[in-house]
Every structure is written in structure tokens, then in C-alpha cells.
């Protein structure tokens, strides 16, 4: 409804010539829309992988993990020689037997759970940054959560990949789509699951989601296989008039990615990953992930999560299990990029939207809390800690006091490895970590 | 069909006005649009009814319900004992079992425990379809609507309390106050064992307190965040102490209670639950923050931020939350106020908002005659739209608007209409027997004068105007065309047809 926003119907035009374009292409018997191929250069072999093109950082993709509740950080990167947190953990916290003791002269050990990651960290392929979080920190899920995804202290706006391929298609104008220079071509992001979460969302892009490739594509042409055309020509027709920002515009836009991203997709994921994963639901996004960088789709963020770190009571048991599903699927995928060979272009990076207070509760669980760990992984990371792990005795109202900002590893990832300006997708400069090596 | 579709010269001026809509002004699109968002939509002949009704007569048709006769529940509809507290005697037993190593016993009653989960989790699957059942069979459609607002307004999930009747005797309370005294409902959702054990106020005691559902009530069900300060959090904390359940029902220990003087948004004394929800009801953010809830469910998708709201809507919500204080919280009035506005029915409005799952799905059987064929199918659908009932996501409720839309849920929602349209399935062969008869649906297919042999054009045109509430060019052509390739355009099969195409558009999203 605001027309002021888009004088001159950029939306529209862009999307015309968009649909078009793939129908050009499809025609020309790539199999592959344009929307998700870049370049007829890039064209990859999907038979043999990907192989890697050292200092183009176009290929880069990056993984992003959402561990989704409140991962208890201090039960995960367990700070076991510190008295204090066995004082405030008399039932939680975890016993020495059950400790991945990676350094003897680091004073941090790994749940026992997480043997996967632990191999990682051994191979240097696992970076751990202590004590991410951001000042006055929000206690909320939903407010935390979208504050980590929009890279605002505010919470508000669209999110940091959005507004990045938002850049890549339109240049820079944090949260805006200015006009298209035709210098990148548009590569919505991947999202497996049934939301679309805020941190792929974009003001000129919104990312593809999709839960399972079985009920990826349109049904009625079970019914009768002739009127397909007819379900194209009336969504085309309705687009026609639609260039503004209300709901009727979004709702074409959206119909036009499922279908356009619908046949690659299903395709790509058909295919048996060359690893075995495990079982979890974690497990089988990476899995699905990976068939999708396999199959050559030049998607570069793909995005998964877990849920379930909302442990107010009775954590122990449920927190073990979480963080071996999250470790297992991690070091599966790891195998899977490797065996492709698309190891040194894919890296993750896992988060959550807060951490859990120092001292448990009650209820055998832990309350919402401040600043955690993040980790990332792959052969493009600088393996080992980073930044300084929180105090245990220095607090703010029973919280840790967070030692890294969420934003400087954005902002490297951004910079180093998205080959973005950070600072103008971010809107201010954040310090970088050293986390990656490139 | 004019009015519904919205061009950019009609938007620069929104109605804001609340005054009633002038009968000249209600037709087809204004009944239908009533129906659509005051209950699950109409079917032709119900839309033309409540037209020729005129707004007066049709909103109170919808918001008077009790004077509507309808099925109560039988008292033992679900199983209230298959979760249940372990009797003194039980309790004894595992003691003693422990103390004596008997491994043979704690395994007996952990396999009684997963049993009695098991069908719990079964009967909350009963009671998913029976609920769903419910809104599509009501003659009180509003009545379910407003169900379903405060299941959202107070969200509480079962995956996170596993007692399916807790889930089913909350649902009965939003019922009976549904469009009573939003008081009676903060009063009623503090000694409600389901939201008491989703936010933990179980756990809530004097020497350790539970801030989980102090800090809800305050931003979710009634303040909104930026509205009390964590000090309130923490009073509020201790005001609800001792407030938990046994068994079915709430009870208050006092023994677990903070009897200290609180500080609550400015009230001082040694307050309890009761005083903390007197002390939210007196805040100036209480009023604003419900209608602006109920402006996003009933008008438009609006961020529930109410400082975030801007121009019309910043109007709207306001007139309607000074309404809602001079009424004492009574929210009858202020509904039938909104549902009879002229800003209710502008061209900004009507036809703009994304339906829910529940919206696309109940109302779809109920205006097209869909047959509801198999519930279970139909549940599971909706879960993957984003909405299980009796499991929202978080206690946010669902977001609504733009979030349930993505490419997943897109194909979702068009293959459950090519579900109960045809029996298809995405990704199954078996075909389930088409019993949906469409011929008759629409005003031309009934009318004697035309011999039940309307023209094609008009009758896919009826079906767009039911459906979509406008008629997009080239598409009564395109779906004639279309109706042609599989029947003729006015066999069932033909008209199944023209449907399954009209629900597959994007238009159809919207209501």
C-alpha cells in the first residue's frame, strides 16, 4: 500500500524480467533457473563436485545454525576447573567424567556428548568464540531471537542476510532496496523448515523454506495434468498489476519462488548424500543441505536449527541428548563436504539467541541468560578459542557479561567470507575476531 | 463485482471512522467480508443472506450467538484421568522400590507412565480434530473465532505440559468468555493448570521464585514490552506465588505464598495474584495493547508493537481502546462497534489480510461445501501451515500476517484445497473418492430461469466472486478454457476444476 516506496515499480519490473529470464534459460535447456544459477560460467559439474576456486570467494556458502531455546553455554564449553560454577551448579553441573578435556592447559572442556565436534576441534576445523552476546542484553526468546537475526539492537528491521542480498542485487541502503545494477544475479537463501526465519528476510528478497521435498511442488496437475498451464497463466496474470509492498504483491512473489525453486530443488535433494547421517532432525536439514551444494545450486546461505534448549527444569538429561544431535549431525556434514570436495567453500556458524544464568534453579534447570558460546566450523576457520571466556564471579544481576559482540562475527563472515562491506549492511564497523583464515 | 479490489487512488484516503456503515453501502462484498472475518466465511447463499439482512441485523446475528442453540459437550467427551498425580499409595511404592534397589517395579511404573503418555498424546490428537470439527460444524461461528483468538492471545502448548485435558479445559474457559470481560480472562488464565504449568508459576514459590509467568503476563497477555520495568517482573513473581494446580484444578497454597509488601506499576501493598492483575488492568498500556491484538486478528496485519502503529490503524486502535476502558473491559461492545465501523469496510481492508490456517482451512469447507474428508489428514496440514492447534509455536501465539506465507507453507496451503477438492494428495497415488458435489454452489447454478444451464463465463465468474471477492481479468476465460480440457464447465468435475485453480492463486490467501 505505500506506492511511495517503490516509485517506479521496481518490484514489479525486476520480477517480470526475473521469470522471465528463467523462462529463457529453461528454454535453452539449462535445468537449473536463473535465479539460483548465477552465470553460465559458474555452471558447475554436479556429477564431480565442486571444485574449488581458491580466492573466489563467489562460491563461498555459508551454513547457518540456530541451536533455538537458549543453549546453556556454560554446560556446553564447561569451564570445569572454575569453583565457582560447580558452587552454583551443585546438581547441573557436569562431572569430570563426563568432560571432552581438549587442552590440558585450557581451563575448557566440551560436554562429553560432543565427541563430533571435539574431532573437529582437534583437526583445528572448529573455532569456539566464548562469551558472545551484546550490551543490555534482552531475556526474551522472541525479542533476543530477532535481535541476533536483524543485527539491531532494536530487534527490529529486516535480517542481516536479507538486507546483504538485498545489497548484492540493489547496492547498500541498509533495509532498502535501491535498483538493481545487474552486476549480481538474485540467489534467495535456503532456509529447511516450515518458517522462514527474520534473519533471511530482506525488503527485496525473501529466502525459499521448504520442510520436505514430497510436498515441495503443486498437487492439481494430479488431478489433471492439463490444466498446470492454466495454474501459471492465472498466478502470471494476477502478478501482472501487483508492484506494490501489500500482501496481494508478496503473496505473487512468493508463488513465483515456490515454483521457480520447486523442480531444483526436489531434484537436488533426491539424491543419496555420499555420508551417512544420523537420524535427527538436525541431521536431515545438513543432510539435505548438502545434496544442494552437491547438485551445484549456487545458493549461498542455507539456513537449519534445533530446537528444544528451553531448559528450565530437569536439564541434564535432555541437554546431553541435544548437544550429541547437534555434534553428530555437525560432524557428519563436515564428512559430507569433505567427500564432496566442497569442504573449503562451506563454513557454519551456530548460535543462540541467549545463553542460561550461572546458577541453576530450582528446578534442576537453568533460567534465561546472557552471552554464549558460538562455534564455526570448516577448514577456513582459525581452529581453537577466541575472545575471552566470561567471568563466573563478575556478574551483572547473576548473568555473565558478554566478551564478544554478536556483530564482529557478522561482520567478519560478512567481509571475509561474503565478500560484502559489512559496515554498510550492519551500519557501523564491529572489530573482527580473527576467526576466519582466508 | 465492484468495491473489493483495491486500486492506489482509493488508498491515499482511509475510513477511520467507527460510525456504522450505511445500509446502501453493505452488499455481497461487505457480507461476505463480515463473514470471512467474524467467523470461517459463507457459503453464496449465506453471503446474500446477511446482505440482504444489512449490517445491523447480520453483526448481531453473529456476535448475539447464545441466542443460537448449540451442542454442548458431553460432560465425559475426554478423559480427564489419563494423566493423573500418583496416589499416596504409589508414591510409597517407588520409595520404597528405590531405597530397596527393586528395579522390576520402578520398570513397571515407567512403562505405566509411557503408556498413559502414549494415549495421552493420542486423545490431544482427538481432541485437535474435534476442535477443528467444531469451527467447521458451529452455527456460531464467531463464538469459535474468538476461541481461537485468546488460544492464540494466551498461548500454551501441549508439547510442553502433556495433559491433553488440561489443553481441553483451557479451550473451554476461552470458550465461556469468549466475548465476556477480558478481566475474568487474565483472572481465569492465572488459575488455569495448563498456562500455570507452561510458565512453570507450579514451580513458583516463596523461598524460590518463578518469574516465567509474571514476565508473560505483562508483555504477551496484556502490556505489551517498554510497559513495566523488571522490578514489576519480580513483585509480580512474588504476587503469584502459591498459585498452582492439583490434579484438574487450581490451587492455591498458601504455605508457598510471599506474603511481603509488592510494588507492582505503581501499586503498593502486600499484593496477590489477584491485586497484580487489578494493578494491569489499571495501567493506561492494558487497554491499547488487547485492542491492538484484536485489531491484527479481526482487521489487518499490524506489528503488535502498539507504539509502532502509524496513520488509520494509530486511529482506529486508539478510538477503539478508550471504548474498551469506558466499558470496563466488556469486549462485546467494542467488537460490534468494529465489525459495524466504516473503517471495518474499506477497500484498504476488505480483501487485504492473510488468512491463518484455521481461516483457510475451516472456511474453505464451509463456503465451497468441501467435504472435510479425512481429519487426521487435515490436522496434520494445518501443522505444517504453522498452525497445530493446541500447539503454538512459543507463548507468543502465532505471528500471523506475512509469517505464515513462504514457499514450504504456500504449496501446503494449495494442496490441502487440491485435497479436499479432488482427494489428491502431493505425495501419495491413492486417490480418495471424490464425493464433493459444486454443482449448485453458486446463484446461477440455482437459478430456474437459466434451466440449470448458466453460461460458463458467469458461473466461473460467481465462483471468483465467492472465492476471491473480486474478478481478475482474462481469469473467467482462462478457467472456462481450463474446465473445458477435463469436463464441461458446469459438471461437478468441471467446476472442481475452476476451484482447484481459483484456490491455487495467490488471491485466495487473502481475506
Redesign the interface.
Known sequence: ?N?HNDPDGVHAYTRRAFLQSSTILASAAFTVPAFIQSSAFAFPKPETGLASIPGVNEDNILIIIQLSGGNDGLNTVIPYRDDTYHRLRPTLAVNVDNLLILDKKIDLALNGAMTGIRELFDQGQCAIIQGVGYPNPNR????STDIWHTAEISG?GDGWIGRYIDAQCCGYDKGQSGQPDGSHTLEPPI?I????PLALSGRHM??????SP???????G???K??IE??Q???D??HEHAN?D???N???R??M??RV??ATIRKAVAAKPLVQYPGSSLAKQLSMIGSMIRAGMKTRVYYASLGGFDT??NQAGGHTRLLRQFSDAIAAFQKDMTAQGNADRVTTMCFSEFGRRVGQ???NGT?HGTAAPVFMFGPKVQGGFHSRHPSLTNLDNGDLKYTADFRSVYAEVLDKWMSAKSRNVLGASFKHLRVLNV | MPGAH?N?TQ?SRIETSLLPIREKDFGYPQARHLLLRAGFGGTDEQIRTLARWGPKAAVDHLLDYTDIPAQADPPDAFDSNIIRPRSQAEQREIRRARQNGDEDTLARFRTMRQQAQRADRNQMRQIQRWWITRMIQTPRPFEEKMTLFWHGHFATSYRTIEDSYHMYAQNRMFRHYAIGNFADLLRGIIRDPAMLRYL?NN?N?K??P???LA?ELM?LFSLG?GNYTERDIKDGAKALTGFTYQDDAFFYNKNNHDNTIKHILGVTGNLDADGFVNAILRSQACAPFICAKLYKFFVA?IPTDVK?LKGPTRTVVRKMSIMLQQHHYELKPILRRLFLSRHFYDP?VMG???KSPAELVVGSIRSLNAPPRNMSIIADAMD???QSVFMPP?V?GWDG???W????????R??TL??LL?G????RNFVERTNYDPTGLVASMNDPRLDRNPPSELIANELLDLALGHR????AQ??V??AH??DQPNTAKGI??ML???T????Y??C
Open positions: 500500500m506506492l526474551s526468546h522472541f525479542t527490529t532456509a523448515g516450515r518458517e522462514a525473501m529466502p525459499v523454506a521448504f520442510e514430497g510436498l515441495f511442488e503443486w498437487a492439481g494430479k488431478f489433471s492439463e490444466i492454466h495454474h497463466q492465472l498466478t496474470m494476477s506494490d501489500s500482501n496481494h508478496f503473496l505473487m512468493t508463488a519462488d515456490a525453486s520447486s528450565h527444569a534453579n530450582a528446578s533460567d | 483495491i492506489s488508498l512453570n514451580q514459590r523461598s524460590s518463578n518469574e516465567n514476565r508483555e514490552e496485519d509502532a484498504s487485504t489480510k492473510i505444517k501451515m504453522g512459543s507468543k500476517g506475512r509469517s506465507i513462504n514457499t514450504s507453507t504456500l504449496f501446503v494449495q494442496n487440491v485435497y479432488t489428491r494428495q502431493a505425495n481478475p481479468a482474462g481469469a482462462s478457467l478454457e481450463a480440457k477435463v472442481t476444476t482447484t485453480l481459483i491455487s492463486m495467490p488471491e490467501q487473502l
